[in-house]
């Protein structure tokens, strides 16, 4: 029965999200975060879609075609894109270095969304709600930890020193706004105990602690937006006439906020940072990126490439021509950059999907579901994050997997479905799970090749941090070109051989960058810095950052 698919894939997703949010490696990686949850979801999207392959027979595909179709389309346009964007193979599919959102991992989403689709129901949406707890209050409480002062690890961070298990305060406090709005929704369950209501709440107050203590605003606004869906879904079960008037009302504050973010209005005192102008630079660069290669875009995870050809003189002057940016700080600016027009689309169709089936099951819906508005609020909370953030992996599996278990709730719990489903077996779905001795193998045949082809990142991480620990000038220049080559690593190396006397060396590790990534800035700034560097290596390498940077004043 395809109950117990659904089941197992629900395993999978589960481990995948608690592993993806949390697991760290700051002891053994020079970049402790982004490598280790890449290889974390790409191991989960394999497994998952290993599963589902093994028990291909058992599964109505007939019900999933509209997201399946949109998924794939999704999916196979990004690998057009590595094909013909002519950006750099490696980086386009493991991703830059400190994001690591390349082909790979987007296509680990892409399994993970359908077979979220897939496994969705009443079943998955109580395990979610168990997960949340679990990882909620473990990120809740790594988060007083770095709030008093008390953090085990000797983090390497300008910014607030309260992050979690993702590296950035804006993406904890984003987490954390998205994780409790779900949770907020548990307090309208009628059958809860008020102990258990009670350890809510505190939850929930926690996380305005911990949100406070990030730094990052964004937290209390995507917080209190997911909130607001919740009590919104909640007043217009109670009664249809105060659901318009609170709607209405919250149209009002949405656009307040709004304009407050953005220096306008009665809340600009309040809401308004500087970074919101940044972002604003950052916007525009993607945008023109996608208006410039519309159909295949600049290549994927390929923005920092791409930032100082593209921004304006206003930005290249507001905080001077070297504050640069390796993401356009919207998701959706990031995909349109990365693919052109053709993938934001299907992006937009996948998010539009989401919208209309979360309003199908809420018209036929004759009570109210506090679980389901949760998820529908945490997915609304998400998405108004992704506006003003950055794809961070384990962040963004939960934009994937929320998407998917309301597109898959819709389709999973519709009547007259399961009846043609019952009434048609052999033709929709109705053929028995594979053996479980089959599901298994696939399984493990899966994780292997998810921890071959998402573990590269991590090892060369691994590898250079030893190198770097080992002082050996040798090891250090060979660790320059590990597998996957990355320009960030090479310049570091070149950079540190060259300011400790082996000039030679940087020199030659300098040039080799140049040649690999003719199209990137920073590795002609950095032969262009090299002491050992003729002058006729140096006017090249003057020439091309002009070409890459051409409205920066202080090129000639």
Known sequence: MQEK???????????????????????????????????????????????????????GWNRYKVAGGLIAGFALWQGLVVLISGGDIYQQLFGSQG???????????????????????????????????????????????QAVGADPFNWVNPYSPVFGFLGNPNFQSSLLGVLGSIVFGQLFVKELKVQFKALISLY????????????SQQGFLVLALGIGVVVGLYVIKLNRGLGIGYGVLSVIGFFLVLF?????????????KDSVTYRGDYWRAGWNMTVNHPIFGVGMDTYGDWYRRSRTLAAT???????????????????????????????LGLMALVAVSAVKVLKRQTS?????????????????????????????????????AIIGYEINTRSSQLIAVISKRG???????????????????????????????????????????????TVIQNAAYLWPVDYSRMIQVAGTLNENKLEAQGLKVALDAVKRFPDNYSVWATLDSMKSATPEQKAQAQKEMKRLDPLNPNLK
């Open 204 to 215: 929930l107050l926690v996380t305005l602690y911990v949100i406070k203590e990030t730094a």
């Open 317 to 347: 002057l507001r905080r001077g021509p070297d504050t640069t940016s390796n993401a356009a700080h919207n998701v959706f600016l990031d995909i349109s950059s990365y693919g052109g027009f053709p993938l934001v689309i299907i992006y």
């Open 427 to 473: 033709k929709t779905g109705g053929k028995a799970v594979q053996s479980s001795a089959g599901s298994v193998i696939a399984m493990f045949i899966a994780f292997v090749l998810g921890l071959l082809v998402g573990m590269p990142p991590y090892v060369a991480s691994a590898k250079y941090k030893s190198a770097l620990e080992s002082g050996n000038p």
């Open 99 to 145: 994001r690591n959102t390349g082909f790979i991992t987007y296509l680990a989403f892409s399994f993970i969304f359908l077979s979220s689709v897939i496994a969705s129901g009443s079943d998955l949406l109580k395990k979610l709600i168990q997960i949340i707890f679990v990882v909620g209050t473990t990120s809740l409480a790594y988060g007083v930890v």
């Open 5 to 59: 698919l659904e089941g197992a894939l629900g395993q999978i997703i589960g481990w995948g999200l608690i592993a993806t949010t949390l697991v760290v490696t700051p002891l053994w990686a020079l970049d402790p975060i982004n490598p280790i949850k890449m290889l974390v979801v790409v191991v989960t999207g394999f497994m998952c879609v290993g599963l589902v392959v093994a028990n291909r027979k058992s599964i």
């Open 368 to 404: 109210f579901n506090p679980t389901f508005a949760g998820l529908v609020g945490g997915w609304v909370a998400f998405q108004a994050q992704s506006i003003i953030s950055i794809n961070q992996i384990g962040l963004a599996i939960w934009g994937w997997v929320l998407s998917g």
């Open 260 to 272: 407050g973010t953005l220096n306008k209005g009665p809340l600009a005192s309040l809401l308004y």
